[in-house]
């Protein structure tokens, strides 16, 4: 079996796909605007809100760190509303999302999901250990099923996450489709807090977003994806990134 990151692949992703399934938790509040689109980033300062349930899982040949574009060139008029799908304006919002690692298969790796105060309001802060040790490899955190989030993001040509990280590159899960059960990921890498620690605007065209089963294998998609039918957002580190890992999340937003 290929060796991905000092683990196998096949052993981590199967497995995070057979144990993993449902996550829960609620949330809401508002985020801020973005300003200037450079390279997939654009400058500016916002928030986030909350969903639940999710999964990711194995290929022999996973998807590469990188495989999806951050953004394409914002030639969508400033008319057009934004909403804000995903916010986090105090503890609570927080609360709604859950941590699965890779700890339910043997492995080691921890990771934590909490609020933290910022200029525009709040953000989730996802950090924690990344370790590949006993077969492991993987870290999340889910948000709870809810429809609502669908109804936010109808119409959207593109996600919008107002965030910053450590450098590594992270993966956006979606569960859609009429009984949720379709999976989209898209990988994003935000820029670094040690630049500054101020979140910017990554966008993810829904483009970006490719279609896998729960071990993460490609597969062809029944439809397009709908934005009006997600009903479940996670995030994921893996690709054998080990170590101490940080994303500071303040919003996600449909992008029109």
């Known amino acids: 079996m290929k060796r991905f990151g000092g683990v196998r692949a096949g052993s981590v992703f199967v497995a995070l796909?057979?144990?993993?399934?449902?996550?829960?938790?609620?949330?809401?509040?508002t985020a801020a605007p973005g300003s200037t689109t450079v390279a997939g980033v654009t400058s500016s300062d916002a928030s986030t809100d909350s969903s639940t349930d999710g999964s990711i899982?194995?290929?022999?040949?996973?998807?590469?760190?990188?495989?999806?574009?951050?953004?394409?060139?914002?030639?969508?008029?400033?008319?057009?509303?934004?909403?804000?799908?995903?916010?986090?304006?105090?503890d609570s919002s927080v609360a709604s999302w859950r941590n699965v690692d890779d700890s339910v298969m043997g492995g080691v790796s921890a990771s934590t999901s909490s609020w933290?105060?910022?200029?525009?309001?709040?953000?989730?802060?996802?950090?924690?250990?990344?370790?590949?040790?006993?077969?492991?490899?993987?870290a999340s955190t889910l948000s709870r099923v809810d429809t609502g989030l669908g109804m936010r993001a109808a119409g959207a040509r593109a996600l919008g996450l107002r965030a910053f990280g450590d450098g590594r590159t992270y993966l956006l899960q979606l569960r859609a489709g009429p009984s949720g059960a379709?999976?989209?990921?898209?990988?994003?890498?935000?820029?670094?807090?040690?630049?500054?620690?101020?979140?910017?605007?990554?966008?993810?065209?829904?483009?970006s977003f490719e279609p896998v089963n729960q071990f993460l294998r490609p597969v062809d998609p029944q439809a397009a994806l709908d934005p009006a039918s997600i009903s479940?957002?996670?995030?994921?580190?893996?690709?054998?990134?080990?170590?101490q890992f940080l994303l500071v999340l303040e919003s996600i937003s449909a992008l029109r």
Do not use: H, K
Request: proline share 9%; hydrophobic share 30%.
């Open 17 to 29: 796909g057979m144990l993993l399934g449902v996550v829960a938790c609620s949330g809401d509040g």
């Open 57 to 90: 899982a194995d290929s022999t040949n996973p998807p590469s760190v990188g495989t999806s574009p951050n953004a394409i060139p914002n030639d969508v008029p400033n008319d057009v509303p934004n909403d804000v799908i995903v916010s986090f304006p105090d």
């Open 116 to 138: 933290v105060a910022t200029g525009e309001g709040g953000a989730m802060e996802f950090t924690g250990d990344l370790s590949t040790d006993n077969n492991g490899g993987f």
């Open 182 to 207: 379709d999976r989209w990921i898209s990988r994003f890498t935000p820029p670094s807090g040690d630049t500054g620690g101020s979140s910017v605007n990554v966008e993810l065209p829904l483009s």
């Open 232 to 243: 479940q957002i996670g995030i994921y580190v893996l690709d054998g990134q080990v170590g």
